[in-house]
């Protein structure tokens, strides 16, 4: 009966271990004139970290969006992030890359034709918002980038995405702003629909 009532309480302390572990993050997302255009959230998922983004005020069509290796969001384009996230050298741009793609690769951001994204979802494999390997707050964290142009799968370095136009950091520790978000608000008419 002792042994039950030990494994019990381990039991209880682990999972409230696991409960202060961060599950989701939620950053904004600036422009180059510094303005919060939307957010971007970072969850925990069976198959990864499932990265949601809502946004306005961006130019319709498909953009390349990826997470880059610093999170500096200085502008006007947003250089200071660095490179795309790779956490193996070997690695190229690009998720149709034949020799592998950098862990920080995603599919193209559509915007619709009023410039707002409703819903962007993607699942980053081999990320993890716990600490170790894949961790996307290691090294200080990481910085998410969308590109003016879409991302063609394969170009080095960038995809042929074009410039930086939009960036948001992410730190651990640190949450988006209070107060209003354009991304709220795309958010809120997405569910109404």
Not at 50 to 76: D, M, N, Q
């Amino acid at each position: 009966m002792r042994k039950l009532i030990f494994l019990i309480g381990i039991l209880i302390i682990l999972s409230a271990c696991q409960a202060d572990a961060e599950a989701v993050h939620e950053i904004d997302i600036k422009n180059q004139d510094l303005d919060i255009i939307g957010k971007a959230k970072f969850q925990t998922d069976p198959g990864g970290v499932k990265v949601s983004v809502t946004a306005e005020g961006l130019t319709p069509g498909f953009h390349g969006i990826h997470l880059h290796e610093f999170p500096k969001c200085e502008p006007p384009n947003f250089e200071s992030a660095g490179n795309h996230w790779s956490n193996e050298a070997d690695k190229k741009h690009g998720l149709m890359h034949p020799e592998g793609h950098h862990i920080g690769d995603m599919t193209n951001l559509e915007v619709s034709g009023d410039g707002t994204v409703a819903k962007y979802e993607y699942v980053i494999e081999d990320a993890t918002l716990q600490d170790g390997n894949g961790s996307i707050f290691k090294d200080g964290g990481k910085a998410l980038i969308i590109h003016s142009g879409q991302d063609d799968g394969v170009s080095q370095p960038s995809g042929e995405s074009g410039e930086r136009i939009a960036c948001g950091e992410i730190i651990k520790g640190e949450e988006r702003s209070q107060g209003q978000n354009p991304g709220d608000q795309v958010e809120k008419e997405a569910e109404e629909k």
